[in-house]
């Protein structure tokens, strides 16, 4: 994915989404790491259109709430569809291809948003 903005951006702005490598580290949006300002940033500036599970595509995001209390708790990517089960990829346990089912029967309360990026949104 393209990064938007310079790096200049202050850190906590949902309006920039950018990673640079820092002298102490890492120096990055919380857009970057968090994903309830990627959803944000994702809905004001990429967002294409929201899916359902049944016309969803490979690429798309999925963003979670583990608990259904309204907070967004973690994102993926949509890596896989086969036979209209859903596969997602996401690094917190280096899932290539964990079903989208799983997910759903490891959190009863889960609740889920599917956005569709825009090619180019830049």
Do not use: C
Not at 13 to 35: K, M, Q
Not at 63 to 68: A, Q
């Amino acid at each position: 994915m393209k990064k938007k903005g310079d790096g200049s951006e202050w850190y906590r702005s949902t309006d920039a989404w950018w990673r640079y490598p820092g002298i102490w580290g890492h120096d990055e949006t919380l857009s970057w790491i968090n994903a309830a300002y990627f959803k944000t940033f994702v809905y004001d500036h990429m967002l294409s259109s929201k899916r359902t599970t049944s016309n969803a595509y490979v690429g798309d995001v999925i963003f979670y709430d583990w608990t259904g209390d309204g907070d967004i708790d973690h994102s993926s990517f949509i890596s896989k569809i086969s036979n209209g089960k859903i596969y997602v990829a996401q690094h917190s346990s280096d899932y290539a291809y964990r079903s989208l089912a799983k997910q759903k029967s490891l959190y009863p309360k889960l609740k889920i948003w599917i956005y569709r990026i825009k090619p180019e949104w830049h």
